[in-house]
């Protein structure tokens, strides 16, 4: 598995994807608020577990730090060696002790199991073949104690941006860092209907700057029924299924899936 290249650069991806935080230059207020409910809310899972909880995929440590400063043993894994080095270094800086290690999500093996198992910020969606997100979660229920829990949240596609998904530039993100300027992302992206997979390019602009990057990556997409026997097939339950971070009820409205998920016996 090849490492995506939205996480070459782990100091640009904490500026479009920062911690919660006042101070944080993440743009519209309803990004604010998302950023802080999906902290509140894995930080609220963690203290849920009755044990050490395991993040997959867990980046440069934006949801991993916060659940170590909450006082819950947490190990992270990832795939990229500079977003575990920057996790580390946010660690270090928080004054947190945190197990990072390099493991592909398909096929970890850490010896041990834990009371939860996080996923999250689409984090799954990377994985393009039905046969590497059943492998992912069959690791996953491997590695959870008995009544562990699975915890994730992954997009809820809307049909009707898949249909105009036409390969046409358009604005989806802008941030004001401080020292910066502006810095924005135009998008391209089309849609293959056949694989479910969206194929996106990033066109990242500064003051004076361009494109001065140009990141092309893709996703999964996983609609709501296929999820549900995704979830049974690899030895799940589904025990509650929300439309956001603050726990609205998930309906067709709902922009997100937020997922907690019981290992079956």
Known sequence: MEECQLYSEPALYDLLFPNAGEDA???ADARVQRIAAS???YVDQARRSSGPVLELACGSGRLTVPVAKAGVPITGADLSPR???AARAKAAGAGVDIEF?????????LGRRFSAIFITGNSLLHLLRIEDLKACLRRARSHLTPGGRLVFDISK???GQLAGDSGERRPVLNVTVAGRGEITIEETATYESAEQVRHMVWYVSGPGASDFRIIDYSLRVIFPQELLLLIEATGFGLDARYGEFTLDPFDSSSP???CICSALE
């Open 39 to 41: 902290e509140r809310f």
């Open 83 to 85: 977003m575990l080095a």
């Open 25 to 27: 230059p993440v743009g």
């Open 157 to 159: 596609w809307d049909l």
């Open 101 to 109: 290690m390099e493991a592909d999500m398909r096929t970890f093996d």
């Open 256 to 258: 997100r899936q937020v």
